[in-house]
């Protein structure tokens, strides 16, 4: 044996020992340990186009939240249905890993809630990264196709459980009982979120009660009675207790007492302020339409403590949220994001250059040159990096559309909704570069028909050639404010 490799082998038996003795969990746990100082909650915001998608929103205090991407969806699912909702944000214990799942359904396209509820997807969506701004495609996972005449997969969870050094996996299927719809909770084990064990029940209610949403919240020793508690919607928003997240749950109550039960709310979300002994229980108010509800507690375990957060003490972002799961941040986590996606891109309108009364705007999706243009957002625009390349590019994102771009098809030009797809991306690409008609002003050359422009032809936006000084006019636009 080489002297290089006794000296190897040394190391590795020093390293195993470490291990052993718990010197690698120490580390690892020391880094998940970090002050906390912000947060980032994942969610959608609802059925219309590119509403079942992820977005991020940050907030600084857990009650004031700012809409990150510019309200624009941050992921995009290209697998399944083509459309996510309900996902839920996990960190690993060692803070090294990250990873998003989601319920695999997009309604209307192309799934209808009756086939969502009987014969949907049996796979949830995964994204994975090491630092939260570079994301892996999407992938599949199937937990539910092995239950019996289990008929979807809706609303994932994931917790770790230090008990068996691995992940509680656990969403709810639709397992019909005399002939109604019947979900239920199960839960499978997972170490990487791309095996997983055998799905088992988890949660069931007695009769026909469904259960759909739940999430469990860990509680430091010292509150409350429980080390976990979880908040289920089953008819009520309904308050359980365990020390094991695979024990035995007790009952604790639920919020009817302040007037919120399964009729009015649904999708439970937990979120422990980072500065204080308290939490918020964010509820979706679905039934009012009305977005995320906090309420305030501070023993998760004891009903009698909730209580609404007092009217204009929060606030929501532009962007309604369904829902989610909330990460707290550390300081580095939060930079990251935030420079990512925390930069919001002015407003800008393009004023046409041999028109000047008129301005591009949409109407019906279609997209023209118009006077006097109403609702004024209608003509409002952020111009952002490029989605085909980023570098020397711009995309021309619809500010009261968040997610939609001007994207040319056929060479006549629609306001869409960003599908994830590379001819997407290419189509909604251009170069920005001095206008043809007066260098001070902007014209923008196709990404993938490099001898063609945006113009107005007849009011109308179009993607043309441009060989006259009447096109050279048409194809020139100021960026205003």
């Known amino acids: 044996m080489t002297r290089s490799r006794r000296l190897s082998t040394v190391i590795t038996l020093v390293t195993a020992l470490l291990l052993a003795l718990g010197f690698g969990t120490t580390a690892r746990k020391a880094v998940a340990a970090e002050a906390a100082t912000a947060y980032l909650m994942v969610h959608f915001i609802g059925e219309q ?6 977005y991020f929103t940050h907030s600084t205090d857990g009650l004031h939240w700012t809409d990150l991407n510019n309200g624009a969806p941050v992921l995009l699912s290209t697998v399944g249905t083509r459309g996510v909702r309900d996902p839920a944000i996990v960190r690993s214990p060692a803070g090294d890993k990250y990873w998003i799942i989601a319920t695999d359904l997009r309604i209307g396209a192309p799934t209808s809630w009756s086939t969502a509820i009987n ?22 996972i ?10 979807n997969a809706w609303a994932p969870e994931a917790i770790w459980n230090p008990a068996t050094n691995d992940y509680v996996l656990y969403w709810a299927t639709n397992v019909p009982s005399g002939g109604a719809t019947k979900h239920r909770i199960y839960y499978a084990r997972t170490t990487d979120f791309r095996t997983v064990t055998t799905a088992q029940p988890y949660i069931t209610r007695p009769g026909t009660q469904e259960i759909i949403d739940t999430q469990i919240v860990e509680v430091p020793t010292g509150v409350g009675n429980y080390r976990y508690v979880r908040a289920s919607g089953d008819g009520q928003i309904t308050l359980e207790g365990s020390n094991s997240i695979l024990g035995t749950w007790t009952t604790l109550g639920n919020l009817s007492g302040i007037g919120l039960t399964g009729a009015q709310v649904e999708g439970p979300m937990w979120m422990k302020f980072n500065t204080a002994n308290q939490w918020a229980l964010y509820l979706d108010q ?3 339409g009305a977005g995320y509800l906090p309420v305030l ?3 998760p375990s004891s009903p009698g403590t909730y209580a609404r957060a007092a ?4 606030h929501l972002g532009a962007v309604k949220k369904r829902h989610g799961s909330i990460l707290n941040l550390t300081a580095a986590e939060s930079s990251r994001v935030l420079g990512r996606w925390g930069a919001s891109t002015p407003i800008n309108r393009l004023q046409s250059y041999n028109f000047t009364d008129r301005y591009v705007r949409h109407s019906n999706f279609d997209v023209r040159i118009d006077p006097s243009v109403s609702p004024l957002a209608d003509s409002q625009w952020r111009i952002v990096p490029g989605l085909a390349n980023a570098s020397g ?3 021309i994102q619809s500010v009261n559309y968040p997610g939609y771009y001007l994207r040319h098809s056929n060479y006549d030009f629609v306001l ?7 001819t997407f991306a290419a189509d909604a690409t251009f170069k920005r570069v001095a206008g043809l008609a007066d260098s001070s002003a902007a014209s923008f050359q196709s990404y993938n028909h490099t001898d063609r422009y945006i113009r107005h032809y007849n009011y109308l936006l179009r993607l043309d050639q441009i060989g006259t000084a009447t096109a050279q006019g048409d194809a020139t636009f100021r960026v205003t404010s």
């Open 49 to 54: 186009a590119n509403g079942e998608q992820i």
């Open 119 to 140: 014969n949907g997807s049996r796979s949830l969506v995964v994204w994975e990264s090491a630092d939260l701004v570079t994301w892996s495609a999407p992938r599949l």
């Open 142 to 151: 199937n937990v539910a196709g092995a239950i019996g005449d289990g008929r």
């Open 286 to 288: 679905y039934a009012a």
């Open 297 to 299: 507690t501070t023993n």
């Open 311 to 314: 009217s204009g003490s929060y």
């Open 393 to 395: 590019y711009v995309s």
């Open 416 to 422: 869409a909704a960003d599908d994830g797809s590379a």
